[in-house]
């Protein structure tokens, strides 16, 4: 291959990374939403307050 078509196609493949990498939404960040959600006990079976920032997650009994 000559050294032309070396520039050419890195050339052309930087441009496709460029495009590819511009793919996405804009904007800011989604909010994590502020009020208190609802979860069900899984012991009680009853529904219960929760504050957002403690949620249970499902990988935290491995932590």
Not at 2 to 15: G, M, P, Q
Not at 40 to 63: A, C, E, H, M, S
């Amino acid at each position: 291959m000559s050294f032309r078509k070396t520039v050419a196609w890195t050339l052309v493949l930087a441009a496709l990374a460029a495009t590819v990498a511009g793919c996405g939404r804009k904007g800011p960040l989604d909010v994590p939403p502020a009020k208190p959600v609802t979860v069900i006990d899984k012991v009680t079976g009853q529904p219960k307050q929760v504050d957002p920032d403690n949620r249970p997650f499902f990988l935290d009994p491995l932590l």
